[in-house]
Every structure is written in C-alpha cells, then in structure tokens.
C-alpha cells in the first residue's frame, strides 16, 4: 500500500480531505431598497461570506495552520459582491439591525450582545477591505489557501439545457469569462449547478478551458467502468475532465439538521427571527413594512422536538464549548475512514466533502466557527486539508471512466427540477433559447441592434436560474420566483421582436432594464452562434 506521509507540521496522515464550498445567490439585484431580496444578499454577505472571508484570512496568518479550501463563488454572486451601489446599502442595514437587537427581551441579553458583536465584526471587517471582499478572495488564491472555481453562468441546471447546445455553452463560456474579469485569471474547476451532470457534458466544460468538477457519490460509483477506488479518487473522462466524488461519511454529520451537528440542542435556532417575533409598529419605526425573517435571531434550538414557541435563550458560551467538541469528533471520524481505506490502496485516499457555503454561518450559525476549528486540528487529528487543484497537481495516474448522469438533489438525478410544479419552464427556455440562436445566426444590421441582442442574452441567462425552479419545487417564494422567470422571458421576446421589426423599444424601459440587469459587462451575443459541423472525411 501506498508509503505514510506526513502534514506540514509533523504529524503523521493517512489520506487527505477537501472540503468544498459553493458559494452562490441568484442575481437578487433590485432597485428598491429594502426588498425581500435584497435582504437574502445581505443576510448572507453578514453570517455566510465575511465571516468565511475573516476566518480564512486568520488561519492563514497562523503559522501553525494550514487551511486549504476549494470555494466556488458563482458568477452571479461576483456581480452582486462588486456592485458598489448595491453594497452602499449595506452598512446602513447592518445599523438597522444594530437598533433592533436594542429592543431584544432582558432575559436574551447574553444572545443579543453576542450577535451585537458578530454584526460590529462584520461592519469594521466591511470598513477594512473598502466594501471589497472580491480582491480578498484573490488574494487568499494567490497564497495557495483557497482554489476558487467557477459554477453556470446564472446557475442554469445544464441538464434541462441540453437540447440547444448553444444555451449550455453560453452558460459555460460567460462563467469563465466573468470570473476571469473579476479575478484576474481563468479558472480550471467548476461546481456544476447542483453538481448536475449528463453524457457528453465533460467535452463542453473542456471546450471553454475547464479541467475538473464534482459530483455526488452515484456519479461515480456508476460510472463506466466503475473506479476501482470509488468516490475516494478522482477519475478522467473520456473528454479529459476529472471528476471527484462526494464522500457521504464526510458531509452527513455536518449538512443534516436532523441527524448532524447543526440540530444540537445548544446551537442557535434558525427559524425563530426577531422579524417574526417583534410589534409591527417598532418595525415600521425603522422602515421595515413587512414582516420577514431579519437574521436575528436570539434562541437556540432546544430539541429536535421543539416548537418555536418554546424554544429556549440562545447561550453563545454553550454554544462555543460545542463547536470544538464537534470539530474534534468530525476530524477523528475522518481520520479514522482515512486508515481504514490507506490499507487497502496504493494511492492516498481522498475524502471530498462538498456543501452549499451559505450552510456555514446562514443555516448553521457556529460553521464558520467550526470551520476555524477544523483549520487549528487538521494537522494534529492526521488530517491533511488540501484543494482539488492541488490533488490534481500531484500527477497522480487517473482512471479513465464515464461519469453517469446525475445530481446531488432529492432522488439523485433531475426530479427536484422537471415535475408538475416546474415542468412548464422548460419548453420556454427551449423556446426561447432556439430564438436567440437563429437571430444570432441571421446577424443583425446595426450596432443598435446588437446592444438589443446582447441584452436579450442576459435576459436569457438570468430567466434560465435553476433558483426559481428549485423555489417552485419548494412551495417556498413561488410567487416571486413565478414574477422573476416571467419578468426575463417578457423583456428577452421584447427585445428580440424589437430587433425583428427593426424598431427601438421605449427608451426609458431600455436603459430600466440595462441598469437592473446589467451584469456581464463583457457578455457577446456571438456566444449563442452555432459552431461549424465538423468535416467528414471524404470516402476515397
């Protein structure tokens, strides 16, 4: 079997761990402040994305650490991270909330001034980096900390895409190209949105310069032929991409409510908000008109059994004294799934463990902590934290195989996104994806018109999110997810019609909708063009 090695710091290891984050809102943009979504951005800008961003930044300062960490930022939440007059708004909302908690019950003081705290944190933390988290990610890639990947375009499910082959590539093409902008270089990974894959997919993801990806553990373990080292090394396929596999032992204790760590008791609860529980007169006094979910939230989970009636204070030094116990039980089970495989094969095994980020600080309060404490006992538990680029970089030898078609949604494959509550989206994304690609085709007679057509394409794009067809499923916001879907297809048939006529829509709705929906600056109609059918050779 394969030789023991050691982590940085001497210790002796068995096998390596990566832990994956996909990072990503659908383009929430609005013009009105205040909005519900609006809202979800900030939300997660305050629990998720800075507090991960100020947890990475002090591992690396610590010699004695050596945090790893693949990190998928999606285009569309790169639009929203570097939109200054959209994130103008939000140290005002951070001192919003600041009031609020003022108004918190005596007997929640210790919860209340915790959160107070975290939110100071987050606004100095803001103030620090000038309201540019974007170059603080770049910077911890260029110290080896983090290797951020790409996802879909506007997190389009390719899957349901595939019939116009143009409309995948789109996806693809302006993903590379939008992270390349704002990150200065052109990305080698990509977490497929909701790790969907089909047959065929690998050869569109090289064709845009994409080398690697993930996916859950069925899209290797029946792959063909089946990896002789299952989802504990990562294949290539056919088309030259490497494919790595979710280790379910890793994910389940730290991604289910139910049965993980984020259901203990002493945790803070996540569905009991101050929005909910507060007067609506004292909301109004600060501007808020409608009852929503704030981020404040004050009480700990209680019991699995629970209601929200009764649960209980939240107790931040409870709370504290459970993430290291948590951290030290995770790292020991990985350690030990790690000896159990190095004995029965000659690579080093691998464990990939992927989760939604916004799982770490949104859904589950204490995971940025948890992750600092990953971070400070990898090396002593055993475990070696490393990146996909870097397992990739070891030249290891890769077992040829075909990934299969799958997802990591409910039931595996594509149901989550193609049932009674969604399935009428499709035909309308097909519809209007063959539109766009035979007026790309035709050309267009003016400049004017292609501003017209470049602006149809993002209309395309945004109205092809899998975020609202996974809310429709949901039964969550169907109603705005219903008006999000509907507001992009009327202005991308708008727009194309005006093209067809060869007249200019109003010009006031115009320059609305290129202001509202104006991400991916360097986005090219041409995108959509059908490549040329390859030669075949002549009979002799």
């Not at 980096?129 to 506007?154: H, M, N, S, W, Y």
């Not at 494919?243 to 984020?262: I, K």
């Not at 290291?324 to 039980?329: D, I, K, R, S, V």
Request: net charge negative; hydrophobic share 40%; charged share 20%.
């Amino acid at each position: 079997m394969g030789d023991p090695a050691e982590t940085g710091n001497g210790h002796p290891v068995a096998g390596e761990l990566a832990l994956v984050l996909h990072a990503h809102l659908p383009y929430v943009r609005s013009g009105e402040a205040g909005s519900l979504e609006e809202d979800w951005y900030f939300q997660a800008l305050q629990e998720c994305y800075l507090p991960l961003l100020s947890t990475l930044e002090a591992a690396a300062a610590d010699p004695d650490q050596q945090p790893r960490l693949t990190l998928g930022l999606s285009p569309t939440l790169l639009s929203l991270l570097a939109d200054r007059q959209l994130n103008a708004r939000f140290l005002p909302w951070l001192v919003q909330r600041q009031q609020l908690l003022e108004q918190a019950p005596a007997d929640h003081a210790a919860a209340a001034a915790d959160l107070a705290r975290q939110l100071e944190e987050v606004s100095q933390l803001w103030l620090t980096i000038e309201g540019q988290p974007v170059a603080r990610f770049r910077q911890l890639q260029q110290r080896g900390v983090l290797d951020l990947i790409t996802c879909g375009a506007t997190h389009g499910y390719l899957p349901l895409l595939r019939d116009v082959p143009e409309a995948v590539r789109a996806q693809l093409i302006n993903a590379v190209r939008e992270h390349e902008r704002q990150l200065g270089e052109r990305p080698l990974g990509i977490w497929l949105p909701e790790c969907a894959y089909y047959e065929g997919l690998d050869q569109q993801l090289a064709s845009v310069g994409l080398r690697y990806s993930l996916l859950d553990g069925h899209g290797l373990l029946h792959a063909m032929p089946r990896p002789r080292y299952g989802v504990y090394a990562p294949i290539c396929s056919p088309g030259g991409v490497a494919f790595f596999g979710r280790d379910g032992n890793s994910t389940l204790p730290v991604w289910s409510a139910r049965e993980g760590y984020p259901g203990d008791g002493v945790y803070r609860e996540f569905h009991r908000d101050m929005g909910w529980d507060l007067p609506e007169q004292q909301l109004a006094e600060l501007g808020i008109t409608s009852r929503r979910p704030l981020g404040l939230k004050l009480h700990r989970v209680t019991g699995r059994s629970c209601p929200l009636e009764g649960k209980q204070p939240y107790e931040p030094d409870a709370a504290a004294i459970k993430v290291e116990e948590h951290a030290a039980a995770y790292l020991a089970g990985r350690a030990g799934e790690l000896e159990a495989l190095a004995s029965s094969m000659e690579p080093m095994p691998l464990l990939v463990a992927p989760f939604d980020a916004e799982l770490f600080g949104h859904w589950w309060f204490e995971g940025p902590r948890f992750l600092a404490a990953l971070f400070r006992r990898a090396a002593a538990a055993g475990v070696r934290l490393v990146t996909l680029r870097e397992v990739l970089r070891t030249q290891r030898p890769l077992q040829v195989c075909r990934p299969s078609p799958s997802s990591w949604g409910q039931g595996g494959y594509h149901d989550y996104w193609l049932n009674d509550t969604n399935a009428w989206l499709i035909p309308e994304w097909q519809r209007a994806a063959r539109a766009m690609v035979r007026r790309v085709n035709r050309g267009v007679a003016s400049a004017a018109q292609r501003d017209l057509l470049t602006q149809a394409g993002r209309e395309l794009l945004l109205a092809q999110s899998s975020d609202w067809s996974f809310i429709l499923r949901a039964g969550t916001t169907t109603g705005l997810a219903r008006e999000r879907i509907e507001r992009h297809l009327d202005r991308f048939w708008r727009l194309i019609d005006a093209i067809e006529q060869g007249q200019s829509p109003p010009a006031d709705w115009l320059r609305a909708v290129q202001q509202e929906d104006g991400l991916f600056p360097l986005l090219n109609a041409a995108d959509w063009l059908t490549p040329p059918a390859p030669v075949q050779p002549s009979a002799g």
